[in-house]
């Protein structure tokens, strides 16, 4: 079954969004396989953006994800890195749909709530570096 890696911003944090993100994925349907609120290290969040190295706002980006505790979950479903970007909505949140987290909840583009795969590559990477195999449950939900 497919998983993504999904993470609560310092922002999501700060403003208690935590339990209402996670509600709206588990009454999509996805499962919850793995969760952990942490603090990420500089080396860490340079790792996990290395793709953005060379953007001009890359030592904000890094800045602002060290602020703060994040809340870094592993979902599992049917296509659920692909359904969790549009539950998420477009990055900028002033562009994202009312309905969608950041449309909902979104304030800018650094401070955009919710971080979340965009494929399967990004999300086995993802998943990888924030969690060790034994923090990554398998289990059978009841109904
Ligand atoms: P995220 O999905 O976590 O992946 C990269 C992040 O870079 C993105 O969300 C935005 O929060 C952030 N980002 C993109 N553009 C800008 C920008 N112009 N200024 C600050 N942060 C940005």
Redesign the pocket.
């Known amino acids: 079954m497919e998983k993504t890696f999904l993470m609560v ?1 310092p922002d999501g944090v700060q403003r208690e969004l935590v339990g209402e993100i996670v509600s709206r994925f588990e009454k999509k349907g996805f499962q919850l396989v793995g969760a952990k609120l942490m603090q990420i290290t500089k080396e860490l969040a340079e790792e996990h ?1 290395g793709e ?1 190295k060379d ?3 890359f030592g ?2 890094v800045g ?2 060290t602020s703060g505790p994040v809340f870094a979950m592993v979902w599992e479903g049917e296509n659920v890195i692909a359904t969790a970007r549009q539950m998420m909505g477009k ?2 949140p002033q562009e994202a749909a009312p309905g969608t987290i950041r449309g909902d909840y979104g304030v ?5 709530v919710i ?2 795969s ?1 494929s399967p590559g990004s999300a086995e990477r993802e998943i990888n570096l924030f969690f060790e195999n034994d923090q990554i449950l398998s289990y059978t939900k009841d109904s």
């Open positions: 911003k953006y953005h953007k001009p706002f904000e980006l602002f994800i990055t900028n800018t583009v650094g401070k955009n971080h979340g965009d």
